[in-house]
């Protein structure tokens, strides 16, 4: 299947300092890709759907000032968490939609904890 | 919006049994289900899934069932092995989004 990688796979960072995790499509250019957050033992919660070359569309609820999202290319969109707090520790996975399948491939997840 | 519902939360089978995980959802507009197996620390994965056209799909030792009419579609898992064991989501797409149930906690004992 197709492959999707998210980079890093672990940060740990200071209260306070902002963090930019990337996503990149390896062998697919995907026009649109999706940010989920995962608590422990919760299901995947839909963040926002980042958009190749326009503004990302945030669920209700995400603050857009503080997940920034950006989806430069096609084969790579970054989301920076600014001003972490503690309470944005979490998992990060990001996915992406390959061709007009509808079939969503993930990446392996970015585990944030702030301290 | 559509909401999706799974049960059950955990499930506990024996090696060689068989496991179901049942799905409902609430939008009929949705057309494409998938499931996806997630391991501890690691993204989910793909692993079966099914459009609205279909009423069954079997890939070796896993199948899924879809029944448009009652808004409901289950993950079969035959033979079961200890490797089996993981969280397993259903999905269903709504406006272009997947929005997941919430998950499945598989259990295979040897």
């Known amino acids: 299947g197709a492959v999707v990688s998210q980079h890093p796979s672990r940060v740990i960072c200071k209260s306070g300092t902002s963090v930019k995790i990337e996503c990149r499509s390896l062998d697919f250019q995907a026009t649109t890709m999706f940010w989920y957050r995962q608590f422990p033992k919760q299901s995947l919660m839909l963040m926002a759907t980042?958009?190749?070359?326009?503004?990302?569309?945030?669920e209700q609820g995400v603050e857009k000032d503080k997940f920034l999202i950006n989806h430069a290319s096609l084969t790579l969109s970054t989301l920076t968490v600014t001003s972490a707090h503690p309470e944005d520790s979490s998992f990060y996975i990001c996915?992406?939609?390959?061709?007009?399948?509808?079939?969503?491939?993930f990446g392996e997840g970015s585990r944030l904890t702030v301290l | 919006g559509e909401n999706v519902e799974q049960h059950p939360s955990t499930l506990s089978v024996q090696e060689g049994d068989s496991a179901v995980i049942k799905c409902t959802y609430s939008?009929?507009?949705?057309?494409?289900f998938p499931w996806y197996k997630q391991e501890l620390g690691k993204g989910p994965q793909l692993i079966i899934d099914?459009?609205?056209?279909?009423g069954e799909k079997k890939d070796q030792r896993i199948a899924v069932t879809l029944n448009k009419t009652a808004k409901h579609f289950s993950l079969h898992i035959t033979e079961t092995q200890p490797e089996d064991s993981a969280v397993y989501f259903c999905?269903?797409?709504?406006?272009?989004?997947?929005?997941f149930g919430q998950g499945t906690e598989l259990s295979v004992k040897p």
């Open positions: 996915s992406a939609n390959q061709g007009g399948t509808g079939e969503l491939f």
């Open positions: 939008d009929s507009a949705s057309n494409y």
């Open positions: 999905a269903a797409s709504w406006g272009g989004k997947l929005i």
């Open positions: 099914i459009r609205s056209n279909v």
């Open positions: 980042s958009n190749e070359g326009s503004k990302a569309t945030y």
